[in-house]
């Protein structure tokens, strides 16, 4: 805070005690005059005589409607009328020719802003009282509000907006010229713990502060707030990490089913991701078309459409391409190669190249504050869950339906679950679809997150294998740990390395990890075993 502003606190104090003082012109002309520091103290002295004509002036001047006579009386102009800002008696119409406009700086602007909502601080309901508050901490307080303030914190009855009174106290006693007042005034803003008052302890803790009581606690508030900062900061990288895993977990797990059951390298896979997420943006366009009621809930009605969208997609793939070519990895891969360029092409014929846009509905918008440098958003933790969700699924159809029963024997032993009357093709086709309809559901979750192109399932199809990789072939647990894993990982070495130094040393470590182990984290004998 400016030095000249404590020299006005015991005026402003004084004009409080008094009570309810009529404007007067001497209050006024400062602000037809050229001395900032005064037209400040003038401005200040209108929020604590708050009568009608004080808010008049402020709203006058907020809105630029407040003019300087040649005689130092403020006028406020009314359309083509004038008023006295003191009397309210009309002027002459002369003075709106002859008055000059009276100009405010951004301070100044700041100033009359933090005027009207301090006069907030005398309003009857709690609510507003509240909200004035809310606006006087989020505009920094000017030092000069200060016996406002005091006299708001003394006489307020509501548990709530007590609490906010006090920290907006804090800000403005930080420079009292009291000691005692500057120490409890550091000690209240400490315990706050927020972070973005962290520069109003930085001053009173350097040589500038005479009082060491006061310099030893803003430096111990100090020290408190940074350690919140870095709780803060490693909290959000460990849930940037999670986060990021479960959407490659939604990617990945579809190809660890598939590619643990028939031994395909499908560089198509990405694209299920792609379906899933237009099939997102179909089903929205079409619910905010025929039912604008139900808008808020079409994630929920996308879920099933995305996922047999691509279940479908993957299921005529498995029957017209991939079965004619079981056994030829080189041709496999570049035929679902060709098959995944074909996919984006036609979805840019079908809805244009450029990105669609798909909303969040509102119980997904927003997020958690658990610290003050940490906010988790809906979208993100709901997807979270929701990757998890699908990984249950995913087991109990591997582990409790008679499919995935077939799954597990044609993996193990092809030959001899055919032999046992298996149908191995139908389970390589069912298997293939599932798979597809898994990455499918994840397309549906990336849609609430970022971006819907035809290049959406290109930035996750790489990831995706190494998380299948790492955790070993057709293994749902393998691929749960490898692609949180690798999410925690990459999201660990960003803030050192960036995000591409961040994804070459991952990659590095996966290969180095390879090398030791091949099979990956969890072994599983599959068709490759069989030979």
């Excluded at 009276?102 to 309003?123: F, P, T």
């Excluded at 307080?141 to 907006?161: C, H, N, S, Y």
């Excluded at 994840?442 to 990789?469: E, K, R, T």
């Amino acid at each position: 805070m400016r030095w000249w502003s404590r020299g006005w606190w015991a005026v402003l104090a004084l004009c409080w005690h008094v009570g309810a003082m009529a404007l007067t012109q001497q209050d006024v002309q400062p602000l037809a005059e050229d001395d900032f520091d005064a037209k400040v103290a003038a401005i200040q002295r209108l929020a604590v005589v708050g009568d009608e004509r004080a808010q008049a002036l402020l709203e006058a001047l907020a809105d630029g409607d407040a003019l300087a006579g040649d005689d130092g009386r403020v006028w406020i102009q009314q359309g083509e009328a004038v008023a006295d800002s003191v009397t309210g008696a009309p002027g002459p119409a002369s003075v709106v020719e002859s008055a000059n406009p009276i100009m405010l700086n951004n301070r100044l602007r700041g100033v009359v802003a933090g005027a009207q909502a301090a006069l907030g601080l005398k309003a009857a309901d709690p609510a507003a009282r509240a909200a004035a508050v809310d606006t006087l901490l989020q505009s920094n307080p000017d030092a000069g509000f200060k016996p406002l303030v005091d006299a708001a914190r003394q006489r307020e009855t509501d548990p709530a907006v007590k609490d906010k009174l006090e920290t907006l106290w804090a800000m403005t006693a930080l420079h009292d010229p009291d000691p005692a007042a500057r120490l409890e005034a550091v000690k209240l803003v400490a315990a706050r713990g927020r972070l973005e008052m962290r520069p109003l302890l930085q001053p009173l803790a350097g040589a500038s502060e005479t009082d060491a009581k006061v310099r030893a606690a803003a430096q111990a508030g100090l020290d408190e707030l940074d350690r919140q900062q870095q709780i803060g900061e490693l909290a959000g990288t460990v849930f940037a990490g999670l986060s990021l895993g479960s959407v490659l977990l939604l990617a990945a797990l579809g190809l660890a089913i598939t590619y643990g059951l028939i031994g395909v390298i499908n560089m198509a896979h990405g694209e299920f991701l792609m379906i899933g997420a237009y099939a997102t943006y179909v089903v929205q366009q079409q619910v905010q078309q025929h039912a604008p009621a139900l808008f808020a809930w079409y994630p929920l009605l996308s879920v099933p459409a995305g996922f047999f969208a691509a279940a479908c997609a993957g299921f005529v793939l498995e029957r017209v391409v991939l079965r004619h070519l079981y056994g030829r990895p080189l041709e496999t891969l570049l035929t679902t190669f060709g098959i995944s360029l074909l996919l984006m092409q036609t979805v840019r014929v079908l809805f244009g190249a450029q990105n669609v846009q798909v909303a969040n509905p509102g119980w997904m918008s927003g997020g958690i504050a658990i610290m003050p440098n940490l906010i988790l958003p809906y979208n993100r933790l709901i997807i979270l869950a929701f990757s998890f969700v699908v990984v249950a699924i995913a087991w109990t159809v591997l582990n409790r339906t008679r499919l995935g029963l077939f799954v597990r024997a044609v993996t193990q032993n092809r030959a001899m679950a055919a032999c046992v009357g298996v149908k191995t093709g139908r389970v390589d086709s069912y298997a293939f679809a599932f798979g597809a309809g898994i990455a499918g559901l994840g397309g549906c979750a990336l849609s609430q997150i970022g971006n819907v192109g035809p290049d959406l399932g290109q930035s996750y199809i790489i990831d995706s294998f190494m998380a299948v990789v790492l955790g070993g072939v057709g293994q749902l647990a393998g691929t749960v740990i490898g692609a949180m894993g690798l999410g925690m990982l990459s999201k660990l070495i960003e803030p050192f390395w960036g995000a591409v130094l961040a994804k070459i040393a991952v990659l590095i470590l996966i290969v180095l990890f390879i090398q030791k182990r091949p099979q990956g984290l969890f072994a599983l004998k599959g068709r490759s075993a069989e030979a």
